[in-house]
């Protein structure tokens, strides 16, 4: 499971009101905080119409990333700790609850109070969990409920004390924190840079280096790393979503393509692979190098899908490692999580 609260507290952090926000940590939108949370660095909360609330004292570790809709808001209760890269999205989590590291918790899932959850866990869209719980798998599972030793460990992590203050809740908005580059970090690598068409969108903490296209209308979220360093170029078509933390890079002598209208959830990891027009990466999944998905498919949340893996159009994909579960017969809708473009000025600072 991931550190406690008191450990996340010394690392270094910019304190905003009432809560300690890391410096390359973002807030986009209106987030209603707790007094006593923590933010950590790369940690990301998109809170779209105010859509997302953190409980008092608790601890967004490293990279963790936080979605909120007005269709699907997230909340999280008082003195729980998402561990390093964790994923909520349009989520319920309790108080006093611990998620591990790369866990995953998708739209509609419920999460009671005092539950465990492991390392890398994917709880799948509308499941709910009861109180005291322990959850582990893909997809998880109630294992077991809460052991006398495993509510000794929840209480020594939070200093002794497992009581609930029920405190106030701030609200804090983007625009209390300028943006301070409105189109992102762009890097050059030797002879190459990366070209961006003036009408798509990168937030200020997405960094693209070297041999890099992005087209027309395509929003690359905050925390997103793309690196066309390798001796190999990396395209993205028109009105790709790439979004919050994901990374992209190439292997030495590789290309990376993404055609037009293909969404990448948040926490991804894309090697050199080639994806077609209008497929959709749920959240937290890899796809390795050389592996090629046709039009119109679906990777289920956390997946892995393996290196040189050939998937035809509209495949329903799913697994670790990921095998053809289906087959669709029509291209997979936008999940309700993607960045709408009516959204970007609530969330960021434009111009």
Not at 40 to 46: C, E, M, P, T
Request: hydrophobic share 40%.
């Amino acid at each position: 499971m991931s550190p406690s609260p008191a450990t996340a507290s010394l690392l270094p952090t910019a304190v905003g009101p009432h809560f300690t926000l890391a410096s390359s940590a973002r807030l986009l939108g209106t987030t209603q905080v707790g007094p006593g949370a923590i933010i950590s660095r790369g940690a990301i909360v998109r809170s779209v119409g105010g859509s997302v609330t953190l409980g008092a004292f608790s601890t967004l570790r490293e990279d963790a990333v936080v979605v909120g809709t007005p269709e699907r808001p997230t909340s999280i209760g008082e003195k729980t700790v998402l561990g390093p890269r964790s994923l909520v999205m349009g989520a319920r989590v309790g108080s006093l609850c611990d998620i591990g590291g790369g866990a995953i918790l998708m739209p509609g899932v419920t999460l009671g109070d005092r539950c465990l959850v492991g390392e890398g866990t994917v709880l799948p869209p509308g499941m709910v969990v009861p109180d005291q719980s322990v959850v582990l798998g893909r997809p998880g599972q109630v294992l077991r409920m809460l052991s006398a030793e495993d509510l000794a460990h929840l209480q020594q992590r939070r200093g002794g004390d497992l009581s609930l203050p029920s405190a106030p809740l701030t609200s804090f908005s983007a625009r209390d924190r300028a943006e301070d580059a409105p189109m992102g970090q762009l890097y050059a690598f030797r002879d190459r840079h990366p070209f961006v068409h003036p009408t798509a969108t990168l937030f200020s903490s997405a960094e693209v280096s070297g041999d890099v296209v992005i087209g027309a209308g395509a929003i690359i979220g905050a925390g997103v790393k793309i690196t066309g360093d390798l001796n190999g170029p990396v395209r993205i078509g028109a009105r790709v979503q790439i979004l919050e933390n994901t990374v992209l890079h190439l292997q030495p002598d590789t290309m990376l393509v993404l055609d037009e209208g293909v969404v990448v959830g948040p926490g991804c990891v894309l090697h050199a692979c080639n994806l077609g027009a209008g497929t959709v990466v749920e959240p937290g999944a890899i796809l390795c190098e050389g592996s090629h998905l046709g039009k119109g498919c679906h990777v289920g949340a956390g997946s892995l899908v393996k290196a040189r893996a050939v998937f035809p159009d509209y495949a329903l994909v799913e697994g670790f490692p990921a095998t053809q579960v289906g087959t669709r017969t029509s291209p997979p809708e936008p999940p309700r999580w993607v960045l709408r473009p009516e959204d970007l000025p609530g969330l960021r600072r434009m111009g």
